[in-house]
């Protein structure tokens, strides 16, 4: 396993730090109650207080719920919205260009910039619209939607008008049972692209992820298929190798893992990796859970009824994963998990959309960002590089390049000086970069 703290030195500097936690830390879940059939969660600052608020769907109910946050981790009372209309998610965005934010379920619901939204106004998006994703497809400076059509092999993109009311969808084939729906720009263009995770109950035969690249004018090109994943439900993008290429991740539903498939940068990947997580994982997110500047994974598993978050080690490898409970797992059933910073500290929280419990669970961030505290001081025609003693089975090691794939060693001994561990190296480098290295 690899653990990475990076520090970047220029030799002009007096003094670097960079803080992580060697292991995902959260508080205990508190829930807020939403509606029957949570099924999904979004966030976004609907009332322009610089606080984030949350916006649940609840399908059984037939109901959006949106909970105001009071800006310390803590939610008011969920308010009530729609009807009518079978809501499975819900995606923030200002559609009508107010700069206010507003709903799509697929439905629009316009934010009034005070917390409130108004009616829903239909938008056809084709047979059973599940998840959706924003963004600006045709690069015309309005947004657009993409939405997965469950039940079916298709994922429908509706192209905003500006005014908060969108054109006839026009539907691309992906695989069958598409399940929800990602944006990404996989091969470098500045087009959007697409990934859209299928399987077809009683059939695992049909089990891919399906890349749709993007032409920039809010068409799609055929999908391609990658695999092999086990029932993928649900996708999440990042550079998680940091070579500047995009990169996914995919919740496998009946295998208890997660799939991670880097990008070559042109539209294709490699291989899938898979690393484990909880039973069923529903519902994958990405976000740099620990503060060492890497993108990591956490995961909703309905089986198991708890969050799993896998650190990232830097190379586009992760770490064995970390569970935290949200309550009885029978009764949670967790289906969405959703990143925010919810009580301003820096450090990204997350909200659970559980659909049995019909509450959102949100969990406090509790890593101790000075943990590793890795600090290099110049000294005379020296530098000294030095961090705390609990870290002292972490091998200190150093590059010319932050990108760089060659990090050697620092073949001296680390000394102690005052409850830290401290190597001192010669001012020979016009930059530096130095990290701690877990074997």
């Given at each position: 396993?690899?653990?990475?703290?990076?520090?970047?030195?220029?030799?002009?500097?007096?003094?670097?730090?960079?803080?992580?936690?060697?292991?995902?830390?959260?508080?205990?879940?508190?829930?807020?109650?939403?509606?029957?059939?949570?099924?999904?969660?979004?966030?976004?600052d609907f009332n322009g207080?610089?606080?984030?608020?949350?916006?649940?769907?609840?399908?059984?109910?037939?109901?959006?719920?949106?909970?105001?946050?009071?800006?310390?981790?803590?939610?008011?009372?969920?308010?009530?919205?729609?009807?009518?209309?079978?809501?499975?998610?819900?995606?923030?965005?200002?559609?009508?260009?107010?700069?206010?934010?507003?709903?799509?379920?697929?439905?629009?619901?316009?934010?009034?910039?005070?917390?409130?939204?108004?009616?829903?106004?239909?938008?056809?998006?084709?047979?059973?619209?599940?998840?959706?994703?924003?963004?600006d497809f045709n690069r015309d400076g309005k947004l657009d939607l993409a939405v997965a059509n469950i039940y079916t092999d298709?994922?429908?993109?509706?192209?905003?008008?500006?005014?908060?009311?969108?054109?006839?969808?026009?539907?691309?084939?992906?695989?069958?049972?598409?399940q929800s729906v990602a944006v990404g720009d996989f091969n470098g263009d500045g087009n959007p692209d697409l990934a859209v995770p299928s399987y077809a109950i009683g059939d695992f035969k049909i089990n891919a992820v399906s890349i749709l690249l993007g032409n920039g004018d809010g068409t799609f090109q055929s999908a391609v298929d990658y695999g092999p994943v086990d029932l993928p439900?649900?996708?999440?993008?990042?550079?998680?190798?940091?070579?500047?290429?995009?990169d996914f991740a995919v919740a496998n539903n009946n295998s208890r893992d997660v799939s991670v498939l880097l990008g070559k940068g042109d539209g294709t990947f490699q291989h899938a990796v898979n690393y484990g997580t909880g039973i069923g994982p529903r519902w994958i997110v990405t976000a740099d859970f620990n503060s060492d500047g890497h993108l990591d994974l956490a995961s909703a598993n309905e089986g198991s009824g708890d969050i799993y978050v896998l650190l990232n080690n830097g190379d586009g490898g992760f770490q064995i994963a970390v569970n935290f409970?949200?309550?009885?797992?029978?009764?949670?059933?967790?289906?969405?998990?959703?990143?925010?910073?919810?009580?301003?500290?820096?450090?990204?929280?997350?909200?659970?959309?559980n659909e049995r419990s019909g509450n959102v669970s949100v969990l406090l961030n509790t890593c101790a960002s000075a943990g590793v505290n890795l600090v290099a001081a110049r000294r005379n025609n020296a530098l000294t590089v030095s961090w705390p003693l609990p870290y002292t089975n972490f091998v200190l090691e150093s590059a010319t390049n932050l990108g760089s794939r060659n990090w050697q060693?620092?073949?001296?001994?680390?000394?102690?000086?005052?409850?830290?561990?401290?190597?001192?190296?010669?001012?020979?480098?016009?930059q530096r970069y130095f990290r701690l290295h877990k074997p």
């Open positions: 396993m690899v653990s990475a703290v990076l520090l970047s030195f220029l030799l002009h500097n007096e003094l670097a730090q960079a803080d992580g936690c060697p292991a995902p830390s959260f508080a205990p879940a508190v829930n807020y109650q939403t509606g029957s059939g949570c099924w999904s969660v979004a966030v976004g207080d610089g606080k984030l608020d949350l916006a649940a769907a609840n399908s059984y109910t037939q109901k959006l719920s949106v909970l105001l946050g009071n800006g310390d981790g803590t939610f008011q009372t969920a308010v009530g919205y729609g009807a009518g209309s079978y809501y499975q998610s819900v995606a923030v965005g200002d559609f009508n260009g107010d700069g206010n934010p507003d709903l799509a379920v697929p439905s629009v619901m316009l934010g009034n910039g005070d917390g409130t939204f108004q009616a829903p106004v239909s938008s056809a998006a084709g047979t059973h619209p599940g998840p959706l994703a924003v963004a298709q994922v429908s993109v509706l192209l905003g008008d500006g005014d908060g009311t969108f054109q006839k969808a026009v539907s691309y084939g992906a695989g069958w049972d598409s439900v649900a996708v999440a993008s990042g550079d998680f190798n940091r070579d500047g290429k995009l409970a949200l309550g009885v797992p029978q009764e949670v059933v967790p289906r969405w998990v959703a990143v925010g910073d919810f009580n301003g500290d820096g450090k990204p929280d997350l909200a659970v959309a060693g620092i073949s001296k001994e680390s000394t102690t000086n005052n409850g830290r561990c401290e190597v001192t190296v010669p001012l020979d480098q016009g």
